[in-house]
């Protein structure tokens, strides 16, 4: 019963082969190979005009004096004696950390001043670091600082560095992390000019503001993945004043993590210099380290001499580096650890690692 069947689906097969028994316009056609899609291109660098007037000659060889943001009450923020120790070591730059909770408590505030004037009346330049990890609403940034900058020493050595590796973002319609981010920091720009801020302002960006996501080259169609995408499409970093200057880290271990003694990877600050570059942008290294006092690992040698050798020969684009680990407050096993034993950072005191961080 079944070959006629089978017959007949010969027969069908053969009809369908030639074409016959089929209209003209129905007869197939030969199969064309399609091109491959176009490669999608990366969205243009957009030059700005953000950073023009900013003065700083580099490299300015800087170190983080943290403390402050370890304990609630202010009790290890730095003394004016702690960033003169630094100052005299040869420093030119320090980065003082803080929490911003710890700003409405007005003796923790007159420390970060005092500090801050120590800093200032030695010449030296001082980096505000809101040390939270977190992104409050534009209007409580500019709020935030607006105060912050009324209680301090008027003067353009002051730079304020809005929100270390900030996170948590939560618009809830633009739920992209980059480019909220993005939009975000020219509103915060624009209200601290508003405000009379004249200072130089030094934003970080998502993704633990590492040097190597400032610039990934997602393709157009994409969504932004890091900070310059972002803010190319947001159409570019926008300041009235040219005073503001993108704010990178980068550690040498694996990840970049800054949890390892462990030197992997490619040495320097990848293309931070290049990319600011082609947009006419600025930039600062805040937090670096490949090293602790007295020791400087085997595998970080090379890290160390390229990061010192890219800042010097970049120092057009990159005004400076505060190295991270500086301050009395660190455990003694801390891995950058830049102070040696606690008593022992007098005037005498040298060593190989603290000789690179100035730049020698």
Known sequence: MTRPLIAAGIVGLAIAATGLGCPASAAPSPQRMQPPPAPQKANAPVRSSASTNVRIRGPVFGVNIAGCSFVADGTLCPTPASVRAYLDKG?????????????????IRRKLVAATRAALDRGAYVVLDRHDYSWPSVSEQVAFWTSLMASMPRSDRIIIDPMNEPRHFDDPVLTNDWDQWARDTNQIIAGLRAAGIRNVIAPEYPGSSATFRLRKREDAAKPSESALVALDRAGGLKDPLGLTIINGHRYFDKGSSGTQPSCT???????????????GLKGIITESAFGRAG????????AGAAAIAYLKTNADTVVGVTWWGGGAAWNERYLFKIEPKKGSFGPKHKDAYLDRLLGR
């Open 91 to 107: 420093f030119t730059m320090v980065r003082l950390p803080f929490k911003g909770p710890q700003m409405a408590d007005p003796a």
């Open 265 to 279: 990877g490619t040495p320097g600050y990848d293309n931070f210099a290049s990319e600011l570059r082609a947009r």
């Open 295 to 302: 020791a400087i690992p085997p595998s970080c040698e090379a």
